[in-house]
C-alpha cells in the first residue's frame, strides 16, 4: 500500500486558483494511476479526476474539464491537481486516491486515500 498527505488547500474567491499536492511514500508510487475526489456537506464523494501510471493519459469529471489539471511528478512521488477559475460550487474536501483496480471513475476502485484537504470557494 501507498501512504498519501494532501495540501495546498485553503480559502479562494471566485475565480481564483489553488494548487493541490499529494505526496506518496512507498516505492510503488510510480505503478498506480491516482485520482482526486471530494466531498461537500451533505453529499457523496464525487470523482475529479485521475491520471494513468505514466502522466499521458488523464480524467476528469465534466465539471471541471478544461478548469482542473491533473499531472503527476513520478520523481518526485507527488500527484497535483491544478484548480482554476473556482466556483463555489468547488468547496469540499479533496482527496487523493491510489487506483487499485476496476472503473476509474469509481472511489470503490481505490484502495489508498489521504486525509483530505479542505477547499472553500467564497462567492
Known amino acids: 500500500q501507498v501512504q498519501l498527505v494532501e495540501s495546498g488547500g485553503g480559502l479562494v474567491q471566485a475565480g481564483g486558483s489553488l494548487r493541490l499536492s499529494c505526496a506518496a511514500s512507498?516505492?510503488?508510487?510510480?505503478?498506480?494511476?491516482m485520482g482526486w475526489f471530494r466531498q461537500a456537506p451533505g453529499k457523496e464523494r464525487e470523482f475529479v479526476a485521475a491520471?494513468?501510471?505514466?502522466?499521458?493519459?488523464?480524467y476528469y469529471a465534466p465539471s471541471v474539464k478544461g478548469r482542473f489539471t491533473i499531472s503527476r511528478d513520478n520523481a518526485k512521488n507527488t500527484v497535483y491537481l491544478q484548480m482554476n477559475s473556482l466556483k463555489p460550487e468547488d468547496t469540499a474536501v479533496y482527496y487523493c486516491?491510489?487506483?487499485?483496480?476496476?472503473?476509474?471513475?469509481?472511489?470503490?476502485?481505490?484502495?489508498?486515500w489521504g486525509q483530505g484537504t479542505q477547499v472553500t470557494v467564497s462567492s
Open positions: 486516491a491510489a487506483h487499485t483496480n476496476g472503473n476509474i471513475y469509481l472511489d470503490g476502485s481505490y484502495g489508498s
Open positions: 512507498g516505492r510503488t508510487f510510480s505503478s498506480y494511476a
Open positions: 491520471v494513468y501510471w505514466s502522466g499521458s493519459t488523464t
